[in-house]
């Protein structure tokens, strides 16, 4: 029998093992996409077994806080980190331009329209008019409501394909 020795195992460098537990947290309101996708990991820092994650969130009055902040801290101590502390910071303030490609895909495949590049400035109704529909891509599109399920979303209507849908208010 012949034997054969194969490199042992290796164990990710801890920052890139936190990056990799963030990944797994999806945001509670729109759970296609992880904390990463949508851009509200601002830092990552490490030292030993004590972690420290710096997130933005999307609106100060964001009710998910909380719950992304026990998320991100799970993820974190499953990852083999004793400690860990999320800091929660509005400096800088979070944007839609940080949301990734791949969070930008993933929300137009769930039905959602992504924000577009945003000019800096307040989100306005200006911004909302001809949004592409996420389902047929055609710009014949009506704001509906400025007001959706969450604070970060808005209600149109596709005068092509006759459906409604959200749009993640681009902020900037």
Not at 9 to 24: Q, Y
Request: glycine share 6%.
């Amino acid at each position: 029998m012949v034997s054969t020795m194969s490199a042992p195992p290796t164990i990710a460098d801890p920052t890139t093992r936190i990056w990799e537990a963030l990944a797994t947290v999806n945001d509670p309101e729109i759970p296609i996409l992880s904390v990463i996708d949508l851009g509200i990991i601002d830092s990552v820092d490490v030292d030993q077994t004590r972690a420290r994650v710096r997130m933005l969130p999307t609106f100060v009055g964001c009710p998910a806080i909380d719950l992304i902040r026990e998320q991100i801290t799970a993820a974190v101590r499953e990852a083999g980190f004793d400690q860990v502390e999320v800091e929660v910071s509005f400096d800088p303030p979070w944007t839609s331009d940080r949301i990734t490609p791949d969070g930008l895909r993933k929300l137009r495949e769930f039905g959602v329209a992504p924000p577009g590049q945003c000019t800096h400035g307040p989100a306005v109704e200006s911004n909302f008019h001809q949004v592409p529909c996420p389902r047929c891509g055609k710009r014949d599109t009506a704001l509906e409501s400025l007001f959706g399920p969450t604070l970060c979303r808005a209600i149109h209507y596709c005068n092509t394909c006759h459906e409604s849908f959200e749009h993640f208010k681009p902020l900037g």
